[in-house]
T-cell receptor, first 111, second 114 residues
Framework: RKEVEQDPGPFNVPEGATVAFNCTYSNSASQSFFWYRQDCRKEPKLLMSVYSSGNEDGRFTAQLNRASQYISLLIRDSKLSDSATYLCVVHEQTGGFKTIFGAGTRLFVKA | SQTIHQWPATLVQPVGSPLSLECTVEGTSNPNLYWYRQAAGRGLQLLFYSVGIGQISSEVPQNLSASRPQDRQFILSSKKLLLSDSGFYLC?????????????FGPGTRLTVL
């Protein structure tokens, strides 16, 4: 089983739609979680951290479910500019520290 | 504010040639530094990380090496490139050693080995 797994997609949605991505992780000792966004041929950029109680940033909502070991990202009212690859990132700290990136979920928002 | 630079932006090299990619960070001291590789359509693979000058940890055995000659400079090298070394090389920094702080990426170097 991969340490961090994401559905690669692509997710094709119309503008204004709501779309959700899930990401599962294998290490129950994982400590912190993030969503990054990566545009085509560009570097990943931090979208948001994921807190235990869930958190929201505008149209984006992130949730963490430790019992089931997954995190989610919900995008409401999708915009054309949301088209990108969304990377799930899990940070472990057991002995040393380790940051694991998922392979990403591709989103295409169409007019 | 902090900025991270990488160069060159793109590189085409023949198999067997040497490689040197450079990454520098401005606006911070004692950063953690990282080298990642992203193959086409794949996730990021951590290659090296460093918590201080001269301190390098390797995550994956390969024909690459890394050095940190100065606090805010991180260099990725190879003596002889392989075709499989092609990819998008990303340098990143984070502010605290071993912390849960997020990583910030440079613009990357796209390497093609022919």
């Amino acid at each position: 089983r991969k340490e961090v797994e994401q559905d690669p997609g692509p997710f094709n949605v119309p503008e204004g739609a709501t779309v959700a991505f899930n990401c599962t992780y294998s290490n129950s000792a994982s400590q912190s979680f993030f969503w990054y966004r990566q545009d085509c041929r560009k570097e990943p950029k931090l979208l948001m951290s994921v807190y235990s109680s869930g958190n929201e940033d505008g149209r984006f909502t992130a949730q963490l479910n430790r019992a089931s070991q997954y995190i989610s990202l919900l995008i409401r009212d999708s915009k054309l500019s949301d088209s990108a690859t969304y990377l799930c990132v899990v940070h472990e700290q057991t002995g040393g520290f380790k940051t694991i990136f998922g392979a990403g979920t591709r989103l295409f928002v169409k007019a | 504010s902090q900025t991270i630079h990488q160069w060159p932006a793109t590189l085409v090299q023949p198999v067997g040639s040497p490689l040197s990619l450079e990454c520098t960070v401005e606006g911070t001291s004692n950063p953690n530094l990282y080298w990642y590789r992203q193959a086409a359509g794949r996730g990021l693979q951590l290659l090296f990380y460093s918590v201080g000058i001269g301190q390098i940890s390797s995550e994956v055995p390969q024909n690459l090496s890394a050095s940190r000659p100065q606090d805010r400079q991180f260099i990725l090298s190879s003596k002889k490139l392989l075709l499989s070394d092609s990819g998008f090389y990303l340098c990143a920094w984070s502010p605290l050693a071993g912390s849960t702080d997020t990583q910030y990426f440079g613009p990357g170097t796209r390497l093609t080995v022919l």
